[in-house]
């Protein structure tokens, strides 16, 4: 069976699928196809169905919660940090209402999260990689940063307004849902399954085998070294990674309950898991 797998070009996600992507364990008969892409050209094509194992953003699931269910595995969650809201200048967060903020994507987290934390805010959508810059060379007035833009923005002279993680944590007292990974319903059940089972041994061989997933992981820092590759990753990688029950799952429920009150999404879904 081949397999379309397809994730961001970031530290954390290129760290969870190190072994299932570059030949460290066994794939139990299947053949991995394998996607690097930008964080919402994959909730597009999960949108369309074109993966058979993809990580999104939560913010996408409600999109094509017909056609994926979840895995327990694998999910970037934050313990009180979360993507940066970042600006040239100092500027509260209720500011924001009256600027355009860069996104990394209609259906990414991060723009769900900042208008939950914000209230409606126009938004103009750029590549996430190009985000920091932008606001920078004052070609954005604010951006919210994902990936190592969240610890690197300093170095660049940009001040935080928000961070949407810390402000999730005050706001319910639970850890930040960003990103998770899904697999398509329609391979049936024992296929599904199994892409769990070897996903949960992707990270179980990045768990063992750290320093050496982590080398590989640093390709994709875009700049960033060895000790912030690992501090990085150590944000997003967590207890939440191996299994996001129990409160992992609620904080996700309840981000995509919030967002269907407020109208940011179409419609309230139930979250499906699929345990490896």
Same mark, same amino acid.
Not at 65 to 90: D, H, M, N, Q
Not at 143 to 151: K, M, R
Not at 165 to 184: F, S
């Given at each position: 069976?081949?397999?379309?797998?397809?994730?961001?070009?970031?530290? @954390? @996600? *290129?760290?969870?699928?190190?072994?299932?992507?570059?030949?460290?364990?066994?794939?139990?008969?299947?053949?991995?196809?394998?996607?690097?892409?930008?964080?919402?050209? =994959?909730?597009?094509?999960?949108?369309?169905?074109?993966?058979?194992?993809?990580?999104?953003?939560?913010?996408?699931?409600?999109?094509?919660?017909?056609?994926?269910?979840?895995?327990?595995?694998?999910?970037?969650?934050?313990?009180?940090?979360?993507?940066?809201?970042?600006? !040239?200048?100092?500027?509260?967060?209720?500011?924001?209402?009256?600027?355009?903020?860069?996104?990394?994507?209609?259906?990414?987290?991060?723009?769900?999260? =900042?208008?939950?934390?914000?209230?409606?805010?126009?938004?103009?959508?750029?590549?996430?990689?190009?985000? #920091?810059? *932008?606001?920078?060379?004052?070609? *954005?007035?604010?951006?919210?940063?994902?990936?190592? +833009?969240?610890?690197?923005?300093?170095?660049?002279?940009?001040? !935080?307004?928000?961070?949407?993680?810390?402000?999730?944590?005050?706001?319910?007292?639970?850890?930040?849902?960003? +990103?998770?990974?899904?697999? &398509?319903?329609?391979?049936?059940?024992?296929?599904?399954? &199994?892409?769990?089972?070897?996903?949960?041994?992707?990270?179980?061989?990045?768990?063992?085998?750290? *320093?050496?997933? #982590?080398?590989?992981?640093?390709?994709?820092?875009?700049? #960033?070294?060895?000790? #912030?590759? @690992?501090?990085?990753?150590?944000?997003?990688?967590?207890?939440?990674?191996?299994?996001?029950?129990?409160?992992?799952?609620?904080?996700?429920? =309840?981000?995509?309950? &919030?967002?269907?009150?407020? +109208?940011?999404?179409? !419609?309230?879904?139930?979250?499906?898991?699929?345990?490896?």
């Amino acid at each position: 069976m081949k397999i379309r797998i397809g994730h961001s070009p970031d530290p @954390d @996600d *290129a760290f969870l699928f190190y072994a299932m992507t570059q030949g460290k364990i066994p794939l139990d008969g299947m053949t991995v196809e394998h996607f690097l892409e930008g964080i919402e050209e =994959l909730n597009q094509r999960a949108v369309r169905g074109e993966m058979e194992m993809t990580a999104i953003s939560l913010h996408a699931y409600p999109y094509c919660a017909e056609r994926y269910a979840l895995l327990t595995a694998g999910a970037s969650v934050g313990e009180g940090v979360g993507p940066i809201v970042v600006s !040239k200048e100092a500027i509260s967060p209720q500011e924001l209402k009256n600027k355009i903020v860069a996104v990394p994507g209609k259906l990414t987290t991060a723009a769900l999260l =900042l208008q939950l934390a914000v209230g409606r805010v126009e938004t103009r959508v750029m590549p996430f990689d190009q985000i #920091l810059e *932008a606001v920078r060379d004052g070609k *954005a007035a604010a951006g919210v940063l994902i990936h190592e +833009g969240q610890i690197t923005y300093q170095k660049s002279g940009l001040k !935080k307004v928000l961070d949407l993680g810390e402000w999730w944590k005050k706001e319910t007292g639970l850890p930040a849902p960003l +990103g998770v990974n899904v697999v &398509r319903t329609d391979l049936g059940p024992e296929p599904a399954r &199994r892409l769990a089972r070897l996903f949960k041994q992707s990270l179980d061989y990045a768990f063992a085998h750290r *320093a050496e997933a #982590l080398a590989y992981a640093q390709r994709y820092g875009r700049g #960033l070294d060895a000790a #912030l590759t @690992d501090r990085f990753v150590g944000m997003y990688v967590n207890r939440w990674s191996l299994d996001c029950r129990p409160d992992g799952a609620v904080a996700m429920q =309840l981000l995509l309950n &919030r967002a269907a009150d407020a +109208g940011l999404t179409p !419609k309230k879904v139930r979250l499906e898991f699929v345990e490896g």
